[in-house]
């Protein structure tokens, strides 16, 4: 549109080699927008900076970027057209993070043919597409033809990157920064941390596993009466448990008889650390996790995390060192 154009024009010729981060929807405040906004200030000083993404309601409400980063909403009807709005900007580097939306990738091939090199960054596990719905399965076949005309694929841990690396030359690894910076107003009270756990995701996700983190907890209950859970993320309680397909997770959890008093569902948190403060345990039951940036969360507050074996969580964990 003319007013993007506009836009693009009113940034002026660069004066640094500029980076754009694409990011489907910043309204979501999931791991990888967070880690995008961590990333993205730390270049700032070397770099024109920008993170770009598609007009959605809440936008606004996204991470905070850093105030040298330009934010650049496209409207839908420009996505077809993202490798020329790059070159009229004249960015150096795409770093792409949406590399199982099929329409994207297809683009890499004209923006490296525009003089734009391409940084695949995957932020899921290399497994992922082979368990998701259609639209991502579709990605399989698409990105191993397309891993070899992009400038470098990058990939979370060393497990995906090996797999990677038998599709694609120019592999590399890139683990996530930890988000913030722990804060030292938040006072451990050992007596109290000694019954509580936390896990924290975004729970409305059925991939995050909220039915096999309140299973696991009510068996815990049993050895622990006084343990207490804290559910820290967005959640969604009408969702259909995978454990039993009959129920929702409301239902799910009444047929568990966990006492109420003993978990607690915060919601969407700002200030995560005053939750990881107050816990011994932290617990990750997502079962294909590209990173798991809760593990170095929960890690830089002095606490261990208990997750799935394999895809690649080794990388963090040393089993029955740091964490199980």
Not at 60 to 65: I, N, S, T
Not at 89 to 112: A, H, Q, W
Not at 136 to 144: A, K, M, N, Q
Not at 288 to 310: K, Q
Request: aromatic share 12%.
């Amino acid at each position: 549109s003319t007013e993007t154009i506009e836009e693009i024009s009113s940034y002026g010729r660069k004066k640094k080699k500029r980076i754009v981060f694409y990011t489907a929807n910043w309204c979501d405040r999931g791991g990888l927008n967070r880690v995008i906004s961590r990333v993205s200030s730390l270049l700032c000083d070397r770099y024109d900076v920008f993170v770009v993404c598609m007009k959605e309601e809440g936008n606004a409400k996204g991470y905070k970027l850093d105030s040298f980063v330009h934010f650049l909403e496209l409207d839908h009807s420009e996505f077809s057209f993202i490798p020329q709005l790059l070159k009229v900007l004249d960015v150096d580097v795409f770093i792409g993070s949406n590399n199982c939306f099929v329409p994207l990738i297809r683009m890499y091939k004209t923006m490296e043919n525009l003089g734009i090199k391409v940084v695949m960054w995957n932020h899921e596990h290399f497994f992922l597409p082979y368990y998701g719905e259609y639209s991502i399965r579709e990605s399989i076949l698409e990105r191993t033809d397309i891993y070899n005309d992009v400038t470098v694929v990058l990939w979370l841990t060393q497990f995906s990157a090996r797999l990677g690396k038998i599709f694609a030359d120019s592999v590399g690894i890139m683990e996530n920064p930890i988000s913030f910076k722990p804060s030292k107003k938040y006072k451990y009270d050992r007596k109290e941390k000694d019954f509580n756990i936390i896990s924290v995701a975004r729970f409305n996700s059925p991939g995050k596993r909220l039915d096999l983190l309140l299973k696991m907890f009510s068996e815990l209950l049993k050895i622990i009466p006084n343990v207490k859970l804290y559910i820290v993320g967005p959640y969604n309680l009408d969702m259909i448990s995978q454990i039993d397909n009959n129920l929702s997770i409301s239902d799910f959890i009444k047929g568990l008889r966990i006492p109420s008093d003993r978990y607690v569902f915060t919601g969407e948190v700002k200030n995560v650390e005053k939750y990881y403060a107050r816990c011994a345990v932290n617990i990750m039951t997502s079962e294909r996790e590209g990173f798991g940036l809760t593990i170095i969360e929960a890690a830089a507050m002095g606490i261990p995390s208990v997750v799935f074996s394999g895809g690649g969580m080794s990388d963090i964990i040393t089993d029955d060192v740091d964490g199980f």
